[in-house]
């Protein structure tokens, strides 16, 4: 491992909510230079990035030929090796989103042979497991996730591969406890990730009759058509309010809208604010959704204007009371900024990272769902889950915090 001060980091490889502008600026806040590099990008994201490979090397179009196909492969190999290279040559840090430069995750290896630092900060999807999510909530009398029922043995294998390659090899992981009913390791709390608040417009006014927002990135995930029933169960109640839906839009033109709404609804079932849920809070909205600090025991602040809503029941009581109360709406609106400035300054969250890459900040948690509770759906999965548990048992880490032994087929 590299010691002393970060000098460059390396940031990549696929942009969620537009981290990597969020990131970069609290970096270079921090006086640290930055190198980002992403896969594909989406209209909905937002920022620049120093490589964007899918730009450089446009995917063939669907009647290419097989000769059209390699090439564009060689091309776009090489182009991915170019920021590989400068990759390893300037920087001394590097932060992956979602995955690294190698699907089987083996440049991790070679980063750590080089003594590179390596950050993981998790996402929620790319290391979440449906059957353990289920059992660790059911304790808090929590619903179960109301979407990947569709998954299989084949789909745990790649999340199992990131999570215990990430938790083998990089210095600092990153994630929040909701997150981790398959982790093993000591992790950095990821509720305070960076919102670079000067993108986001204040504009706390609330009217009388109040426009609410809902623009989910998946219907399915987001509980949308349970959010639109609740908006007509209240229209037929004689509540007097306008619904404004958006649809994946490109982020400058949902700035615009932002300014414009009174409340967000961005999704139900979720046990953590997500980064539009922050973005409404830094514009000056409300936002119902989340739950209490009760409700499952994350570090949930108490600054947090945010009205908790994860079920339907919750949602229609919310609003009931929220949409013809102004004043409340105003009170929690005006608060909004002052929370994101308070635990998402990108100077400040960045600057906890570099602590604990530094080696000067310890882990938040130890999550202990998977080493205590959890019991596997299948022989398959069993064995799937004793191979990732085996990739992380030399750690120094796994020695201090996981007891050795037996339970419901697992080998720890």
């Keep these: 491992m590299t010691h002393g001060p970060i000098r460059k980091v390396f940031i990549g490889c696929t942009d969620i909510a537009s981290l990597i502008h969020d990131f970069t600026v609290g970096f270079k806040a921090n006086g640290v230079d930055v190198f980002s590099m ?9 920022g620049q990035c120093d490589v964007e490979l899918g730009a450089l090397a446009p995917a063939p179009a669907p009647d290419a030929t097989p000769a059209d196909i390699a090439a564009w492969q060689q091309h776009r190999s090489a182009l991915l090796q170019a920021v590989w290279d400068r990759a ?12 690294s430069f190698l699907d089987d995750y083996s440049d991790i290896l070679e980063l750590k042979r080089r003594g590179k630092r390596i950050v993981w900060w ?12 289920d059992q660790d909530v059911a304790r808090f009398g929590i619903a179960p996730l109301h979407y990947d029922a569709a998954l299989t043995e084949a789909d745990l294998l790649p999340r199992m591969l990131r999570l215990r390659t990430a938790e083998a090899f990089a210095d600092v992981v990153v994630n929040t406890p909701s997150q981790c009913s398959l982790a093993l390791r000591p992790y950095l709390d990821g ?8 993108r986001y417009p204040h504009v706390p006014t609330q009217r009388e009759r109040p426009v609410l927002l809902h623009a989910p990135s998946s219907t399915e995930k987001k509980g ?15 509540l007097s309010f306008d619904v404004q839906l958006l649809d994946r839009m490109p982020h400058s033109q949902a ?3 932002y300014a414009q709404v009174d409340l967000l609804v961005g999704q139900l079932g979720a046990l953590a604010l997500g980064k539009q849920d922050r973005e409404l809070m830094a514009c000056g909205k409300v936002v119902v959704g989340g739950p209490t600090p009760e409700t499952y025991p994350q570090h949930w602040p108490a600054s947090c204007p945010a009205v908790p809503a994860m079920r339907t029941d919750d949602l229609r009581d919310a609003l009931r009371q929220l949409i013809p109360d102004v004043e409340r709406r105003r009170q929690l609106a005006s608060r909004g900024r002052a929370h994101i400035i308070d635990r998402h300054d990108p100077k400040r969250t960045v600057g906890r990272l570099i602590e604990a890459v530094e080696g000067r900040r310890s882990p938040d948690f130890v999550p202990d769902f998977f ?15 004793n191979l990732g548990i085996s990739l992380t048992r030399d750690t120094a880490w796994y020695g201090q915090h996981i007891p050795p032994g037996t339970r419901d087929g697992l080998v720890f």
């Design 38 to 46: 992403v896969f594909e990008r989406a209209p909905i994201q937002w």
């Design 88 to 99: 390893v040559e300037e920087c001394d840090t590097f932060l992956f989103i979602w995955n």
């Design 122 to 133: 998790f996402m929620g999807s790319d290391c979440r497991w449906k059957a353990a999510y």
């Design 191 to 198: 509720l305070h990730s960076p919102v670079d608040i000067a």
């Design 224 to 238: 949308t058509n349970e959010i639109l029933g609740v908006f007509d169960e209240l229209r037929a109640e004689g």
């Design 255 to 257: 700035l615009e809208v």
């Design 371 to 385: 080493r205590n509770h959890f019991v596997p759906e299948s022989p398959e999965i069993t064995e799937l889950h």
